[in-house]
Structures are given as structure tokens and as C-alpha cells.
């Protein structure tokens, strides 16, 4: 089964910034919107930030608005997540995935990934 790989994490400090990248097979990409996820230590997974196929139109979660930004590379088969002024609170595994809109609501519908893992201080 195809599964996006991650890469990019690591461990920062608060304010400072990190870039995740996904890569998939192209047959994949092109046909999915994307999205990425987060898992904090002890919570459920959340969806961070999507960015639709074709149009690129991007959402995200209210805590990243104005400072994580999801993108795409059609070039490179790649979706990224660029996040600055981190914070504490954005701890976690962070998963890529591959999916479909149906109306405003994202579906993954690719195998996951083994995620990345995001460590902030304070």
C-alpha cells in the first residue's frame, strides 16, 4: 500500500520555525487534496491544515491561523507544512496524508505514514 513519508521534524525552541515536507507517488498526488495532522501526547489526532487539488485553497485549525502554512509542489510530487513561531503547545507527531473533499470536509483515504515528530520548549 502507498504511504506518504514525512520528514522535517525535530526538536526547537519556542518562536523558533520548522518545515515539514511529504513526498508521495505521483499517481497519488495528483489526484488528492492533502492535509496534515497532529498527535499530542495524550490527545486525539487533529487535523492542522489541508490544501485542495487543483485550486490550492488551504484551511487550518484556529490554534495555527496566521502561522503554519501548508503548500504544494506539483513538481516535486510534495506537500510541506511550514510552521514559525512555534509554540509548546504544537508538541506532536505530525502525519501527512493524501485524500478527497467531500464538500468542506477532508477525508484521508492513502495509507498513513509513520508521521514525524515535532518537539517545542519553552
Known amino acids: 500500500q502507498v504511504r506518504p513519508v514525512e520528514s522535517g521534524g525535530g526538536s526547537v525552541q519556542a518562536g523558533e520555525s520548522l518545515r515539514l515536507s511529504c513526498g508521495v507517488s505521483?499517481?497519488?498526488?495528483?489526484?488528492?487534496?492533502a492535509g496534515w495532522y497532529r498527535q499530542a501526547p495524550g490527545k486525539e489526532r487533529e487535523l492542522v491544515a489541508t490544501i485542495s487539488r487543483g485550486d490550492d485553497r488551504t484551511n487550518y485549525v484556529d490554534s495555527v491561523k496566521g502561522r503554519f502554512a501548508i503548500s504544494r509542489d506539483n513538481a516535486k510530487n510534495s506537500v510541506y507544512l511550514q510552521m514559525n513561531n512555534l509554540k509548546p503547545e504544537d508538541t506532536g507527531v505530525y502525519y501527512c496524508t493524501y485524500g478527497t473533499f467531500s464538500g468542506t470536509t477532508y477525508y484521508p483515504n492513502v495509507g498513513w505514514g509513520q508521521g514525524t515528530q515535532v518537539t517545542v520548549s519553552s
Open positions: 505521483g499517481s497519488i498526488f495528483t489526484t488528492r487534496a
